[in-house]
């Protein structure tokens, strides 16, 4: 009899958190050490400096890999950290092309700091993969894009990408921070890498910074545990175990949040306050066929139109339920104005350029009652 394939919620908790052997703890302990016993010179337990490695560490990625189906994976400090790994894989000369909707924080470090040593970065719309392949040169090393992406919530087609990518031999990443891996699997799709900032959903309680790529290949993750030793953005022991302990409830998680989701988004998308709504489980989204193909959700994230500053500040002053704050992924409902908060880098000419308006307002759905959330909204919209 062939052997079942755990599923993911089973993967979730056990992969990786094993009962501590030494102990029989249920929970993957905190190993809350620099250093490491060596019971002679060259020889040791496989653990030498905690910068190097670190038990709970090892337990997280190779936690994060399994949910992915990568075959290894390396966790950071933050997710900006994170991007700054991928970044450091290339070399003075290589060329990135990027989408021109990212969360951002990452255009203002390729374009403010890796420019500065040689990488050169080509940002294009990636829901038309026609535009990817024209902006492909004979340096490009790397196609990074988010999907869906922040704040607009478009769709690329990431199978679609990974074969123009492939057939210019470079590496197709995909930052899988809104959908996670509960809703969607690019390296499934062809993706070469995935990156996670997994202070987001993987952690989903809104208490811990981190960051994570999930990789394909040996050669990847050699390189990115030499950057782990070299360069030492590490992920500390404590946030590991807050990562593995919420990653044990994203399945559900999950599930909450796109239910909650797909009703806030149709509330709004009937508010006669509301002007336009961004989510991708609506019917009128553009790309809303797409994301049912590549996605087995559509998550929490929803941006919606206001009209104007004036409105976006007068509703965010309103909500109670909801948290104004800038991030995603919590447990609670988080709202933010991503044209003074995410996207305020990028100036007002660089987010006219992508759309990105000063009434626009992004929410993450939490798993409250969704008919609290709903009240709120309503409270909040209504005064416009």
Known sequence: MRKRKAGFATQSIHVGQYPDPSTG????????????VQQELG?????EYARVSNPTRTRLEENLAALEG????????????????????????DHVVCGHDLYGGVPRLFNQVWANFGLEFTYVDTTDPANVKQALRKNTRMVYIETPTNPLMTISDIRAIADICHARRAELVVDNTFMSPYFQKPLALGAD??????????NGHSD????????????????????????????SPFECWLILRGV???AVRMEQHDVNGRIVAAFLAGHKRVKKVFYPGLAEHPQHELAKRQMT??????????????????????????TLGESLGGVETLISHPATMTHAALGEKGRKKIGITDGLVRISVGIEDVEDIIADLDNALAGL
């Open 193 to 202: 890498m995935v990156m996670h900032s997994t202070t987001k959903f993987l």
């Open 70 to 93: 990568g075959i290894g994976a390396k966790v950071f400090a933050s997710g900006m950290a994170a991007v700054n790994a991928l970044a450091t894989l290339l070399k003075a000369g």
């Open 248 to 250: 044990k409830t994203l």
């Open 25 to 36: 703890a249920v929970a993957v302990p905190i190993f809350a050490t620099s250093t490491y």
């Open 297 to 322: 959700g559509f998550g929490a994230l929803i941006t919606f139109e206001t009209g104007s500053l004036a409105n976006a500040k007068k509703m965010l002053k309103k909500v109670r339920v909801c």
């Open 43 to 47: 020889k040791n337990k496989g653990y």
């Open 208 to 235: 811990g910074l981190g960051g994570v790529i999930v990789c394909t290949r040996p050669d990847q993750v050699e390189k990115l545990a030499f950057l782990q030793k070299a360069a030492g953005a590490i992920l």
